[in-house]
């Protein structure tokens, strides 16, 4: 029994939620999301509380209900609060700016490294090590910080590149001699 799935969602006040066939359409005072859903997850809009039911217990129903919950539970929080992720920059010159809407990234290649914002997203700058990735969508936020993690992911020894805030990074002895 899938508990994530059989939580109902509430809608706060501000934000509309329609449903076409398979559709959803999510609006919120941050703006607006759309989602197709899987056929076999039934969603009902009862008032201000959604839920959603399976036709059968099979194991990738059951995946699906629990799926389908998150997913449009997202939906909703992205449209009233929004979502974010923070990335540190570490190593001696590293540093990040801000071009219109290019993050630009010196991290100790023999050129910058430039990334374009993609639509919905917003890139900050909080001092030269840290950035901070803006959006109402959880899966583009998610990407876009992994995107630029990529660029130069941190390295064991000394840490250096760039990590999540909230990210340990487990330092390894280096060589004796």
């Known amino acids: 029994m899938s508990r994530i799935g059989l939580a109902p969602i509430t809608i706060p006040q501000g934000v509309t939620v329609e449903l076409t066939d ?25 008032g201000d509380t959604i839920t959603f039911s399976r036709p059968n217990d099979s194991k990738q129903n059951k995946s699906l209900h629990g799926l389908t919950r998150a997913l449009v539970n997202n939906m ?30 010196n991290i100790g290649f023999s050129h910058p490294v430039e990334i374009i914002d993609p639509d919905g997203i917003e890139t900050k ?12 969508d959880k899966e583009k936020v998610g990407q876009h910080a992994a995107i630029i993690r990529a660029k130069r992911p941190p390295e064991p020894y000394k840490g250096h590149g760039i990590k999540y805030s909230d990210e340990y ?4 002895v280096g060589k004796t001699g």
């Open 22 to 46: 398979q559709h959803v359409t999510v609006k919120g005072p941050k703006g607006q999301l759309e989602r197709e859903l899987h056929p076999n997850i039934t969603m009902t809009i009862d």
């Open 76 to 105: 909703v929080d992205g449209v009233t609060k929004g979502f974010s992720k923070s990335l540190e920059i570490n190593g001696i010159g590293y540093r990040a700016e801000k071009k219109g809407k290019t993050l630009v990234l």
């Open 125 to 136: 700058i909080d001092g030269p090590t840290k950035v901070i990735i803006e959006g109402i």
């Open 169 to 172: 990074i487990r330092k390894k």
